[in-house]
């Protein structure tokens, strides 16, 4: 249903190789997104690079938690199957609400989150829809609410980067792997 | 006039510095991206690497002046004013056209451009406004003006990577450098 | 979190509860909408006769899955939370189809449905969102892929009073059982 | 000019019959909507009994004039010709105001109104446009006008009763009586 | 109520009085335009020189209701409460149709009118609302319908000289005198 | 490129040609607004005389750069090419910033102003965009920075003004002169 055919995994260079590997080995399947990238080897590293960059920086006042709400939202202002899915899907694991997803793509507003949480996705939302009207108010808001000058930067520029990943899934018709819609709705069984 | 304060190019780690003084001595100046980005050296490498890969591909079918084209469009749809100044001007340099900028900042529809150019800026307009809207007629109208699906993956993905930049530039109320607004406009003295 | 509390189904007027028995005894909990809106009998019945003249109707061209796929497409569009969820759940259900209702909620366009369920969709789009616009020509479109006119009144009829439905859950901030979230996931247990 | 035939009186059921014939003989005339929804008897009798728990209730603290000055404003928006021709008809006869249908028809902002109706209508355009982002602000401000929460139940139920109702007319073009659009505009004669 | 205070008649230029001396002679009252304007004499003359270059033009190919029904159409749009009850009274007179502004004002797509003039709404609504988007097919459907340029230049330049016209009443808070409210809706007694 | 031809000059009414040669006296060059519109002669003295009216009106609390800057402000938002080249050239001469133009054009948030000059441009970028939502509270605002009732008649009337025009200008496909895109730029050579 891509409208750009995934390329054979055997086929990738040797580094895309090694880490799409290592991904299948820790989640039990590629994302789509790993080989719908991988046919332009350039922008995947930088794609990638980009992504861990953001989500995989330890100093960060945002929870793991935090960042997946902030994809998960946005993307589902954007209209993005893929993220909305595939995010929601690590939201519902790191947050282990398995009900969160849901309700912040379809509504954040009435999301069972935090305050701190609810002013950290309105601030997301502005980034992802009106980023010209940002103003000083909108980085006091998030002040009162204790996130740093850094943290803010972590809002918007995972806001920034998925708005980049929802516009290239929805040009090439990503579809999410029919794993991530269970993912973390039910009870792990041992 | 920025939110977060430009860091001294002599802290910054060596890569990155080293890149910085090329791009100051082609320039003449040092575009102030490459600072304000620079405070998060991951992220620059990242930003930088995906730039490259989709402004410096020398197998587009895209020339280098209609990759600009793009950029400044999109930007001055997302009312970018660092992406559409910096941009606007290396447009008309590329395109040696000094009132072209202008023109697709304020009205692509009005723009002095071929057809081709006008279908192109109609798609990367539906990427940067409504990708979710985004169907196969759309690369069937892409497809008539001889656009291949990798030009097409090229016209949807700068259009991407420019909404992150645009939405950067817009949260950090990053500045265009003042030499870039004039750049192009005025036949070089010899 | 509700804004009006929810009444004790042994203070309701005995038809009311009746019907609310039935339906928890088929469903294994009530599901809220039902509670939510028995504070005020006379709209409560009003509701439910007109619901269930819409989604019982036999005569339908209309299938039962098709009739949820309206709902949770343009309840999606309307941003309410109970609905998406709710009938998200029984359209899984019916159509057997786990992937199915957060495709249609995320991006309908992106949905795996049939071309006539696309056309059934736009339809239903437009009478949500800009149904002063509905020409001819939207019936047209319906008429070439076998809908008739009797089916074209269910699909605005059903997106309207869906509609309503959205406005007073969006009001009163009615909330989704939690047992609606993963109905129709994973295969029924013997 | 509807795009739906209105069926013969003669062959409707019994009960439909009489009541429309109560109107006619109140209002001189029979009022589009009554044999518009009456091909569908079911929905015809939802449709009313729901109209009638809202627009009859007694106990309300909005005065029927209040509730059409409603229904016509939020049926302007939604630009349904039918709801604001007859209801702004039934808004004038109420309020003895000749001019006000065509102001909150036009701009309710400019209408000749109080304050509390003023805030009374902010309130049913957000449930009309909006709902989405309804607050408990918007609560709020509308108990500083003396609004108790039942008021603002009938508010929102009343502006979601006439969305559908809105729709219902765009959707089959139901075009309003011309007897509607003189009536309550000259003093009647003796 | 108009945020600006209506200046005495005879404190007026002598070349303002007379003609508005003129016009209440004509219509029986002086429309609030002529003394709401009239405190900046400059403007007046300019205003009303421009209007009556575009409404008593005698060349054009639009009657004088065709005019009468855009500024009714597009001041709908930019609900400027003045314009629609002045014009729309205007109109009715003119194509001595009673319905016929109540409909164009609340949804021009259900008036009782011409193909020809639905086109011309249509291009009226496209320069009112998005000009930037006129395109050399909005001329072709227009002369499709007979439309010369000369008449395409008419339709355009009533529906901007009103834009200027509705932004000024709404800046202003202009209210309409009560007598246009009832003009054309009944039969002129003799 | 226009879609009216321009007259040639020596076939206009005299008091016609003794303005445009005035201009062109002045300025170098005759900008093509000044032979577009005089195709019609009656149109062009109107609007004309509104012009000086409101541009040359010397009590205003307003600048003439001040002028210039609501101009291009909101020409940019309707997207009026010949509008914001035009003006933009204008509002560099006269506040000797040869910066302000294109940034007020992309985004007056960020523009070098004044916050008198910023909630000038609010006021002026809502009866662009949405005037029936002015309300005291804007002219409150306004007040506030000591601007006086006339003068925010005169920011509104500008932006009227030129709203009819970049509506003219879109319309016609008004192309602005060449000459204009570096006026102000660069420092007069002595």
Redesign the interface.
Request: charged share 25%.
């Given at each position: 249903?891509t409208?750009?055919a995934l390329p054979d995994l055997n086929t990738l260079p040797a580094d895309i190789q090694t880490k799409i590997l290592e991904v299948q080995e820790k989640s039990g399947f590629i994302p789509n997104v790993f080989l719908a990238l991988a046919r332009?080897p350039?922008?995947w590293?930088?794609?990638f690079?980009?992504h861990?960059?953001?989500m995989l920086?330890e100093e960060s006042g945002l929870s793991k938690g935090e960042r997946e709400m902030i994809i998960t939202t946005t993307s589902?202002a954007?209209?993005?199957?893929y993220c909305?899915?595939a995010h929601g899907a690590i939201l519902r694991i790191y947050e282990k609400k398995?009900?969160l997803a849901?309700?912040v793509?379809?509504?954040y507003?009435?999301a069972?989150i935090t305050p701190r949480q609810r002013a950290m996705l309105d601030f997301a939302m502005k980034?992802?829809q009106h980023?010209?009207?940002?103003?000083?108010a909108d980085?006091t808001a998030l002040h009162a609410h204790g996130f740093s000058?850094e943290d803010?930067?972590d809002i918007?520029?995972i806001?920034?980067?998925f708005?980049?990943?929802?516009?290239?899934a929805?040009?090439?018709?990503m579809?999410p792997n029919?794993e991530f819609?269970?993912l973390g709705?039910?009870p792990k069984q041992k």
């Open positions: 249903m409208r750009y332009r350039a922008e590293r930088a794609f690079a980009y861990d960059a953001l920086r589902a954007n209209h993005c199957l909305v899915v398995p009900l849901d309700q793509a379809t509504n507003r009435k069972d980034v992802c980023s010209d009207e940002l103003a000083d980085f000058d803010i930067w918007g520029a806001t920034a980067f708005g980049l990943s929802n516009r290239m929805n040009m090439s018709n579809m029919p819609y269970l709705r039910v």
